[in-house]
C-alpha cells in the first residue's frame, strides 16, 4: 500500500485540482489547517490532490468554492478499493453548483431540472 493511500485513510475529504500542472507543489490554506497537494493518478489522469484531515470539513468547503473537486467517493472507490453508497438523501444536500460539478465529473448531461440531474446521477451509480 502507497504512503499516500496510507494518508488517505487518515482524512476525511480528498479534494482534486484538474486545471494545474499535477508536479507542481500548491499549498492550500484554509481557517486553521495548511495542506501541500500531492500528485495522485485515479483512471489514468493524475491531478492535484489534497487530503483533507478529520475536523477540517470546512475548510474542505472553503477550497471547493475556490474551484477544488470533492473527490472523496472517487478516491475511495478507485484507489482504497471502498463501496461507497450514497443514497438520494446525500444528493440532495449537495448545492446546486455541488450537484452540476458532481454531474460533469461523471459526464453526464447538465440541461434540465435539479430532479432530472438527480435521476441521471443516481442511474449511473446503480449501474
Not at 14 to 33: A, E, H, K, N
Not at 42 to 50: N, Q
Not at 85 to 114: C, F
Request: with cysteine; glycine share 6%.
Amino acid at each position: 500500500m502507497t504512503e499516500t493511500t496510507e494518508k488517505a485513510r487518515q482524512y476525511c475529504k480528498v479534494l482534486r485540482r484538474y486545471d494545474r500542472v499535477p508536479t507542481l507543489d500548491i499549498r492550500f490554506s484554509g481557517y486553521d489547517v495548511t495542506l501541500k497537494s500531492e500528485p495522485v493518478e485515479i483512471d489514468g489522469v493524475t491531478a492535484l490532490t489534497l487530503f483533507f484531515p478529520v475536523g477540517k470539513e470546512n475548510a474542505a468547503i472553503r477550497a471547493t468554492k475556490l474551484g477544488w473537486i470533492d473527490e472523496t467517493e472517487l478516491y475511495e472507490q478507485k484507489v482504497l478499493g471502498k463501496a461507497v453508497e450514497q443514497d438520494s438523501s446525500d444528493i440532495k444536500k449537495m448545492s446546486w453548483h455541488q450537484l452540476r460539478k458532481h454531474a460533469a465529473n461523471l459526464g453526464l448531461d447538465l440541461t434540465g431540472k435539479r430532479e432530472d440531474i438527480e435521476s441521471r446521477i443516481l442511474e449511473v451509480r446503480r449501474g
